[in-house]
């Protein structure tokens, strides 16, 4: 039952936003970031529905470990895209100018 809350509650966050809010999870939209396609166009939901489910059951069967080797990637990376990204061809920029002056 606990595993159910868990995903239901994890699915409500992350997921279900994407239907909504064109690449925008909840702590996505907190950041003023979303996600988009290398060419720059609006991901569909169906890829983004996919990227978030690869990212998790990667995450799951490997106990943690493919963040690890995500986050390693992601800061040698020139454009700053991880695995989930290059294998969806995504990558996460800022909605709008978070700083003035």
Request: no cysteine; charged share 20%.
């Amino acid at each position: 039952m606990e595993g159910l809350i868990v995903f239901i509650s994890y699915y409500l966050t992350s997921i279900f936003p994407f239907f909504f809010t064109k690449g925008q999870s909840l702590v996505k939209m907190h950041a003023k970031t979303k996600i988009i396609t290398v060419d720059g166009d609006v991901s569909s939901t169906g890829i983004l529905h996919l990227r978030e489910l690869f990212k998790w059951t990667a995450g799951f069967l490997t106990i943690g470990l493919y963040f690890v080797v995500a986050f390693i990637i992601f800061t040698k990376h020139h454009e700053k895209r991880t695995i989930h990204d290059l294998i969806f061809k995504t990558k996460v920029v800022e909605k709008e100018a978070r700083y003035t002056g």
